[in-house]
């Protein structure tokens, strides 16, 4: 009966131990600023167009959708179609601003809006408003890194914006 009784907590020991590996749900007020903080940093990357820092707010196994271009995959795609864009875009800048967010242990979804805006070579202002959906993966450290990106613009030309 003794042998009986360890052979069926083996089992039970075994679940238990992997259960204790699952990471625990972060509350929202921890999801939210880690990745608010994650949205000043990639705001922050457009400002300084720096592609490195850019590229390091995605996962490996990252994808950026945009109607308009190609799928890009991956940090090192990223921050390639970061070093072609950006070197023309004079005072380059990007607003988020969050519609509403999801949040789950080792996953969170956000919708929003987006502002990106930049001086023209002839010094114009220019504007482009869109919205986005990003997939955001929490990492074993507790940092969340973007997933997948999705985004469109709210219309087909880009317009001067005031100063």
Partial sequence: ????????????????????????????????????????RLEQAYRSKDPQAYAALYTDSAVFEWPASNTVRGPAGLEAMARELWPPLHDLDLKLTVASRKVAADHATEFGAFRESWRDPKGVRMAEFGRYVVYFVRQGDGSWRIDRFFGFEDSTRKVAARP
């Fill in 1 to 40: 009966m003794g042998k009986l009784i360890g052979a069926a907590m083996i089992p039970l020991f075994v679940l238990g131990v992997a259960c204790s590996k699952a990471p625990p749900r972060p509350s929202a007020s921890e999801a939210g600023a880690g990745i608010d903080s994650l949205n000043v």
